[in-house]
Each structure stands twice: as structure tokens, then as C-alpha cells.
């Protein structure tokens, strides 16, 4: 389950990448819930910008994937995944085991479709989104705590430090608190605070 984080983490320093003008050569999921995004960058800023995508953006996509489900919005929510892990498998995954976890996961979902299990599509669509929150959150403290402990070992924060000079804790920490605040923004529309919050009616007032 824990895939479908490293997925979307991936996924997120992939997008970035192709933001910032760079290439996305492969994207490797491990069985071991590891991941890895391989991309190229004409510019420093962009490899940055590729660095540091994962955890923010990841979190920032789960907020607003919860806030689509208070909406009610579970089964395009659940085809977007869907086309998302297609679009990973056809285009970014090239070792066995991520190609091996993308096809079953399309095999799942596909079935969902065939046999139109509306109540299934709720229930897988809560599955994913409470995976992916809570996986958010804890992998963005662990890597600030990797920081505090072996500041060589800390993942994105190690390579943000050594294109930026500036300590792997310093990323580290701000990846926790991003991490933090979405958690928090994801739990608050768990628990019904958007029920007053009407996003086209504001939009409708500027």
C-alpha cells in the first residue's frame, strides 16, 4: 500500500521536472516501497525546483484529493488515479517490480469498472486517499529525521544539499512542515470543516 505514495512522491518529482523544462528519462518503484525518479535538467534551478517537489507537491495533491472526495467526486477521483498509474506505466516505469505493482493496481481498478461496484469505488477511493495522507506526513518527518541523524542519508534533503550548500536539515525540516500543515488541512476536511467552504462561490465573488 505504501506504493501508492512513493507513486505519487515520484510522480510529483516527474511533473516538476517537465515544468522546469527538464526530461523524465525512468521512474523505478521498489518492492521495498523505495522510489525513484531518473530526470535531466538544462538548468540548476530546475534540478532544485526537481529536487524539492516531492514532498510538497505530493502533499498538496492529497489535500486536494480529500477535498474532491467531500465533494463527492469519488469516482472521477478514481478515474484520474487510474489514468495516472497508465500514464506511469506506459511512459516512466521500467523495472519489473514497479511495472509488476502498476498492472495489478490497473487490474483492480479495472475490475471496479467492469463490474460497476459503485460501493466499492467510495471505499477504494477512502483506501487510497487515507494511505496517501497518512503516507505523506510520516515520510516527511522521516526524512527530517534522517537529517538530524546522517545528514548523508536523508534522501531529497541530501541532494538538495549538495546543489544548494544549504544543510540537508534546513530542507529537511521544511518538508516536515509542509507535511505537517497539509496533514492537519487533510484532517480538518476529514472531519467536515469544508462543509462551509464553497471554493466556486468565492471564486464567484472576486
Known amino acids: 500500500m505504501k506504493l501508492f505514495y512513493t507513486m505519487l512522491h515520484e510522480t510529483c ?35 532544485v525546483w526537481t529536487a524539492f517537489a516531492g514532498y510538497p ?26 489514468a495516472l498509474v497508465a500514464y506511469q506505466c506506459l511512459f516512466w516505469v521500467r523495472n519489473a517490480a514497479g511495472l509488476g505493482w ?23 477511493v477512502q483506501l487510497v486517499l487515507v494511505v496517501l495522507w497518512s503516507q505523506a506526513f510520516f515520510s516527511s518527518w522521516t526524512v527530517f529525521r534522517l537529517a538530524l541523524i546522517d545528514k548523508n542519508e536523508a534522501g531529497d534533503a541530501t541532494i538538495l ?35 462551509g467552504f464553497d ?3 468565492m471564486f464567484d465573488r472576486m
Open 13 to 47: 518529482h516527474a511533473v516538476a521536472a517537465r515544468i522546469s523544462g527538464g526530461k523524465v528519462k525512468r521512474v523505478h518503484l521498489y518492492a521495498t516501497t523505495a522510489g525513484l525518479a531518473e530526470t535531466t535538467h538544462r538548468s540548476r534551478p530546475g534540478a
Open 57 to 82: 507537491l505530493a502533499s498538496f495533491a492529497v489535500t486536494a484529493g480529500i477535498y474532491g472526495y467531500t465533494l463527492g467526486l469519488s469516482e472521477p477521483l478514481l478515474w484520474g488515479f487510474t
Open 102 to 124: 502498476s498492472l495489478s493496481v490497473l487490474g483492480g481498478l479495472f475490475s471496479l469498472y467492469y463490474w460497476q461496484l459503485q460501493t466499492y469505488f467510495d471505499l477504494a
Open 161 to 195: 544539499a549538495r546543489q544548494t550548500k544549504i544543510p540537508a536539515l534546513f530542507w529537511g525540516f521544511l518538508f516536515a512542515l509542509s507535511g505537517t500543515v497539509f496533514f492537519i488541512i487533510g484532517l480538518w476536511l476529514f472531519l467536515g470543516g469544508s462543509e
Open 199 to 201: 471554493i466556486v462561490s
